[in-house]
Nanobody, 118 residues
Framework: EVQLVESGGGLVQPGGSLRLSCVAN????????MTWLRQVPGAGPEWVAS????????NIGASAKGRFTVSRDNAEKTVYLQMNSLKSEDSALYYC???????????RGRGTQVTVSS
């Protein structure tokens, strides 16, 4: 059974930083690309970032480009999302999913809440 557990969210002031983590189990982590999504109430998931199986290729969504970076540690079965220069519009539930991009059928974790507010 695929298990994805996110952590690292919280309340942060505008301009601050957070580092999210997603620990994976139940599949061969190094065989899968990984993706971060975010969602606010009443809206569908928004793709944030994806990273290839070996971490050699990443892609960041337009709203996060230049501020967020995605990385992974295959030995630790963990994918990270480093978020800098946070804005209020970054407030959302962030969760990781397997694969590249947003695919509705892919498993996802429960998410970690990020709130950017002064």
């Amino acid at each position: 059974e695929v298990q994805l557990v996110e952590s690292g969210g919280g309340l942060v002031q505008p301009g601050g930083s957070l580092r999210l983590s997603c620990v994976a189990n139940g599949f061969i982590f190094s065989d899968r690309s990984m993706t971060w999504l975010r969602q606010v109430p009443g809206a569908g998931p928004e793709w944030v970032a994806s990273i290839s199986r070996d971490g050699g290729y990443t892609n960041i969504g337009a709203s996060a480009k230049g501020r967020f970076t995605v990385s992974r540690d295959n030995a630790e079965k963990t994918v990270y999302l480093q978020m800098n220069s946070l804005k209020s519009e970054d407030s959302a539930l962030y969760y990781c999913t397997t694969g590249w991009g947003y695919n509705e059928g892919e498993p996802r974790g429960r998410g970690t809440q990020v709130t950017v507010s002064s």
